[in-house]
């Protein structure tokens, strides 16, 4: 199910955006007038895009859809008015803020929900990608780190060392991390 959060100061732009967002297959979709509640609403629920129709109340919007692309994994959508477009879009994009300028059109508006939804998919799993990496390597620098307690301090080849953990993993079925560890709390001074 596809989540979709509008904030909008006007009724007419929430009925508008929440067709068009029905039209994009966005079962679940929030409303709200204001930034402040819709920073309420960003802390309990997870959504997969925020449509933000400028001006708010509070605020031009700009930095609400600025709050958004950096405190929230869903994709933003900022719409201005077209003479704002320029200078919006010089604010926020290099932040995956796509701006869009009004009056909505139907197909530039299916377009702009299509790439931001693959934007958001695409940059996620490389995120998640980056992640398991990183474990990873944290993971390796563990294990370098027990062989090389097992060099210094039982005299092992670095092959003996690595076929110990491998062993030891094996044996009482841990992981090689796991057996690292324990080498680590044994030897290390």
Same mark, same amino acid.
Not at 55 to 61: R, V
């Given at each position: ?10 009724? $007419?732009?929430? &009925?508008? !955006? ?7 297959? *966005?079962?679940?979709?929030?409303? #709200? +007038? ?15 895009? +925020?449509?933000?129709? #400028? ?14 692309? &950096? ?28 701006? %869009? $300028? ?7 508006? @299916? @377009?702009?929900?299509? *790439? ?7 940059? *996620? ?17 563990? %294990?370098?780190?027990? &062989?090389?307690?097992? !060099?210094?301090?039982?005299?092992? #080849?670095?092959?003996?060392? @690595?076929?110990? %953990?491998? @062993? ?7 992981? &090689? ?6 080498? !680590?709390? #044994?030897?290390?001074?």
């Amino acid at each position: 199910m596809k989540r979709a959060l509008i904030v909008s100061k006007t009724e $007419s732009g929430i &009925k508008a !955006i929440s067709s068009l967002l029905s039209g994009e297959g *966005f079962s679940d979709v929030a409303c #709200t +007038v204001s930034a402040d509640d819709a920073k309420l609403r960003l802390s309990s629920f997870g959504f997969d895009l +925020v449509v933000i129709n #400028t001006p708010l109340d509070s605020e031009p919007g700009l930095e609400f859809a600025l709050y958004c692309a &950096k405190k929230t994994k869903a994709a933003v959508l900022l719409i201005v008015k077209q003479e704002k477009a320029m200078e919006a879009f010089g604010i926020v994009s290099s932040f995956g803020v796509l701006v %869009i $300028s009004k009056p909505l059109n139907k197909q530039l508006f @299916h @377009h702009y929900v299509s *790439f931001a939804q693959g934007f958001r998919e695409r940059f *996620f799993s490389q995120n998640d990608e980056a992640e398991k990496l990183k474990t990873e390597l944290e993971e390796m620098k563990v %294990i370098g780190r027990a &062989k090389l307690l097992l !060099i210094q301090c039982l005299s092992m #080849t670095e092959q003996q060392a @690595h076929s110990y %953990i491998e @062993h030891q993993a094996m044996n009482m079925r841990k992981s &090689k991390l796991d057996i690292a560890k324990q080498v !680590i709390r #044994t030897y290390q001074n």
